[in-house]
């Protein structure tokens, strides 16, 4: 079993050169690679040995509190001790001030490292931003500080047994009660619930105030201890067993008139925790990315090694001499690597503030093509390794079983599917798209760009003047994702000289272009079909 390895080059020539980052006026590729480093020695040595033995082991219920896996408590403290909790918390509150950019950086070595501890810890920075955007100036010198020291972790906590998706089914109620509130109702697949590193949770609540649907569902900060240092009336129910993860609480929580306090406006709950949303979706793109760039480094570390049948000269050949395992291989290989530079892109453009609509399109889009080609580059992965990629020696079952949640958390990907087809793309947001691709198709004019947006366009016609988009939503999404591919290959050929790898660069690019051709068409011709029959 290899150990395992930050893709480091990887990360930064994306960053820099594929999404942008050279272009924003504070972006230092040096001060990013010593960060990146830095984490990346932490991560290896003392956050991945963890992952396997977490993963057999789990979490186990003990008298009504959670109690994480062998190590994991010590690895948090270390990961406190050195401040990573804090990195992009404004210096005011304690933390570092970075941007979401050296999180994002971190952020995919974490999940790659041991996805389940990363799930835990994860919440922080978009509970802070929730704060700072909503939260009062008291709630944020009382609660923040707690989060960028490592005292506090957050949770998010939406999700009820009759409201998934559908939050106007919340039925978790807030009550004032004088200068306070009391939250009385079931949460479930809460991740981290509860847990034994940090010694108290933010719990982020959705809580009903009226029943006008979702105009009536208000946000609450429900802490896990009361101001006396008494434990609040928060209490976990059951820890969910699943197929993944096995190393992070998922917990059901009974909120029993716990105490809690407003956060924002009443009735504004969903807005403010959108915040929280957004954020958490950008990270589990990532997640995507991360689990793609482990398997890529698994199944060709395996690959150079395990010599199986004869090459063209007739001796005996290992496994990555052969045609069909470097089609594998080059599959998982590009997954990964424009899978990687879409999320950056999204996080570049979050970062430089001025096309919030763009934003808002490409979202959907990076959240759902990088857990795919999470998904994709497991299970091609374990394809390469042949009969050892089904065993638990090599790991690829367990990633294979980890990156799955990605597709379902956060909004499952058919649903940003349809909000893309259906409420992105006829306004501001798709004007914004389209306009970026032109761009892209002008500045890289011998490219396949402008070929894939006139595909586009013409879908996009056809969407817009359909009664009901929702069939064809899937196959346009993949559509809309061949389109933004085909920008980013394009930056990548441009910049191929500044990655350490410029031959492997190319070589992805070149695959990517064939695999690719016809599909776009391909796609278009499933729109015409389903939208004909709807």
């Given amino acids: 079993m290899k150990a395992f390895a930050a893709p480091l080059d990887d990360i930064l020539f994306s960053l820099t050169h594929a999404a942008g980052a050279d272009q924003l006026g504070d972006w230092d590729a040096d001060f990013a690679a010593e960060i990146a480093g830095h984490f990346a020695a932490f991560a290896e040595g003392e956050i991945a040995p963890l992952d396997e033995p977490g993963d057999r082991q789990g979490c186990r219920l003990e008298q009504g509190r959670v109690v994480m896996p062998d190590g994991f408590k010590a690895c948090y403290d270390a990961y406190v001790a050195q401040g990573w909790c804090g990195l992009t918390a404004p210096e005011a509150f304690g933390g570092q001030g970075l941007s979401s950019l050296a999180l994002a950086m971190t952020s995919e070595i974490f999940s790659g490292a041991n996805h389940a501890l990363q799930m835990v810890t994860g919440l922080v920075p978009g509970a802070i931003r929730t704060l700072l955007s909503f939260g009062s100036d008291d709630q944020q010198a009382r609660f923040i500080p707690q989060l960028a020291s490592g005292q506090a972790l957050a949770t998010m906590c939406l999700t009820e047994p009759g409201a998934g998706s559908d939050l106007s089914r919340v039925r978790c109620r807030a009550v004032r009660d004088g200068n306070t509130w009391r939250i009385s109702g079931e949460k479930i697949f809460i991740s981290g619930g509860d847990q034994d590193l940090s010694p108290q949770i933010q719990h982020l609540v959705l809580a009903r105030t009226s029943d006008e649907g979702i105009k009536g569902l208000s946000l609450f900060m429900c802490h896990s201890h009361r101001a006396d240092g008494a434990r609040n009336a928060v209490s976990v129910t059951r820890i969910e067993d699943k197929m993944g993860l096995h190393a992070s609480p998922t917990c059901q929580l009974a909120f029993d008139g716990a105490e809690a306090e407003l956060i924002g406006k009443e009735g504004q709950g969903l807005m403010a925790m959108f915040t929280m949303m957004n954020h958490a979706r950008a990270d589990v793109a990532l997640q ?242 389903l939208l004909a029959e709807a």
């Fill in 288 to 529: 995507g990315v991360a689990h793609a760039a482990r398997a890529r480094d698994l199944a060709a570390s395996y690959a150079a090694e395990r010599v199986q049948g004869r090459g063209a000269d007739g001796a005996p050949a290992t496994l990555d001499q052969h045609a069909d395992v470097r089609r594998l291989l080059d599959e998982i290989d590009a997954l990964g690597v424009s899978a990687r530079a879409l999320a950056h892109l999204c996080l570049v453009m979050l970062e430089r503030g001025d096309a919030p609509d763009l934003v808002d399109f490409l979202t959907p889009i990076a959240k759902v093509t990088c857990t795919e080609a999470g998904m994709r580059a497991a299970e091609l992965g374990t394809q390469v390794l042949g009969g050892y990629g089904y065993l638990s020696e090599y790991r690829l079952e367990q990633s294979y079983r980890d990156v799955r949640i990605t597709a379902i958390y956060e909004g499952a990907n058919a649903i940003h599917e349809r909000v893309l087809a259906t409420r992105l793309l006829p306004g501001k947001a798709g004007a914004a798209f389209e306009a970026f691709v032109a761009r892209e198709a002008a500045r890289f004019s011998g490219s396949d760009i402008a070929d894939g947006l006139a595909l586009w366009q013409a879908a996009k016609a056809r969407i817009e003047a359909a009664a009901d988009a929702t069939p064809a939503a899937h196959s346009f999404m993949a559509l809309t994702s061949d389109l933004v591919m085909r920008c980013l290959w394009a930056r990548i050929a441009a910049a191929a000289d500044a990655h350490p790898e410029p031959a492997r660069m190319r070589r992805l690019l070149r695959h990517a272009q064939i695999y690719r051709s016809g599909q776009a068409t391909a796609l278009a011709g499933v729109i015409d079909a």
